[in-house]
């Protein structure tokens, strides 16, 4: 099968509207980029990144959608920020994941879960072996100070939160 072909089986049927895709994925990227970074680096998702993805949705929807569609989708934060605060009390994931998904919950239409579900399973799996690879390999010494090679288990989650809504987005825009 051809990768066009493939694209277009996985992106049949994807809620988001590809031109709204598209346009968040073009503001979404270099948050993205910002948070993966410093996660690898610090082990840190910072607040401003999170405030800025956040802002970009709230600033570009409006222009993207109707309003009640955009209401609904602003109403995925919330739920979700709910959802990580429980699973931050719990140990299961840190404060900075839990921000970062709430800020990304209104990119993600509810529709989509299923595929969302998809893609987010194969990157974590892929990010967690390529960093683990990577902090074993010659490849380490590009970037020695980074704290997310001796942070023991602890994974930099923000490198597969942010791709897997950079994939998401990109599937939708195709």
Known sequence: M???????ALTRGMAIPDLAALVLLVL??????WVAYTDLRFMRIRNAA????????????????????????LAHMPIL???G???NAA??????????????????WA??????????????????????????????RLAPEWQSWSAGWKFPMGLSLAGTLLIYLT???A
């Open 2 to 8: 051809e990768i066009g072909t493939l694209i277009a």
């Open 28 to 33: 979404a990227a270099p948050v993205c980029a």
């Open 50 to 73: 999170v405030y800025t993805l956040f802002g970009l949705f709230v600033v570009a929807g409006p222009f993207l959608m109707p309003l009640p569609d955009y209401g609904w989708q």
């Open 81 to 83: 920020l709910a959802l």
């Open 85 to 87: 605060i429980a699973m």
């Open 91 to 108: 140990g299961l994931v840190g404060a900075g994941d839990a921000k970062f998904v709430a800020a990304a919950g209104p990119y993600l």
């Open 111 to 140: 529709a989509d879960m299923r595929m969302l579900i998809l893609i987010f399973m194969a990157n974590l799996i892929a990010a967690f072996v390529t960093h683990r690879l990577a902090k074993h390999s010659s490849l380490r």
């Open 171 to 173: 599937l939708g825009a």
